[in-house]
C-alpha cells in the first residue's frame, strides 16, 4: 500500500497570509476545541450572537469541566469563540468561524 501524503519537505508551507500552516494531527486539547466548536455552531445554528453556558456543552460533550476549560482557553486563542468570563462561562461563535 502507497503512503498517499506527500514527503516532508523538512519546512512548514505558508498561507496567503503569511502564517506557517501546521500539519499533522491534532493533539487532545485540539479535538475536544473542534467538539466545542462545533456542539456551539449546532447549538446556535451558526449565529454569532448567541451565547452558550461552558457548563451546558461539557454536559451535552460528557466532558469534565476541567477539560473543557483547557479546549475554551485552546479555541478562544485560535480565533473561534468569545468567551465571557475568566475562565469563560459562557461562549459564542466568533465572526471569522461564522465566515470560514
Known amino acids: 500500500m502507497t503512503n498517499p501524503l506527500p514527503e516532508p519537505t523538512g519546512r512548514s508551507p505558508q498561507a496567503p497570509d503569511g502564517r506557517m500552516i501546521q500539519h499533522g494531527r491534532p493533539n487532545g486539547s485540539e ?26 456543552i461539557a454536559r451535552r460533550l460528557g466532558l469534565d ?15 473561534w ?16 468561524s461564522v465566515l470560514s
Open 31 to 56: 479535538h475536544v476545541a473542534i467538539a466545542i466548536r462545533d456542539d456551539v455552531v449546532r447549538v446556535t445554528r451558526g449565529r454569532p450572537n448567541c451565547w452558550v453556558s461552558v457548563h451546558e
Open 65 to 79: 469541566d476541567q477539560v473543557v476549560d483547557q479546549a475554551v482557553q485552546f479555541s478562544t486563542d485560535r480565533g
Open 81 to 96: 469563540l468569545i468567551g465571557d468570563g475568566y475562565p469563560p462561562h459562557s461562549v459564542r461563535l466568533a465572526v471569522t
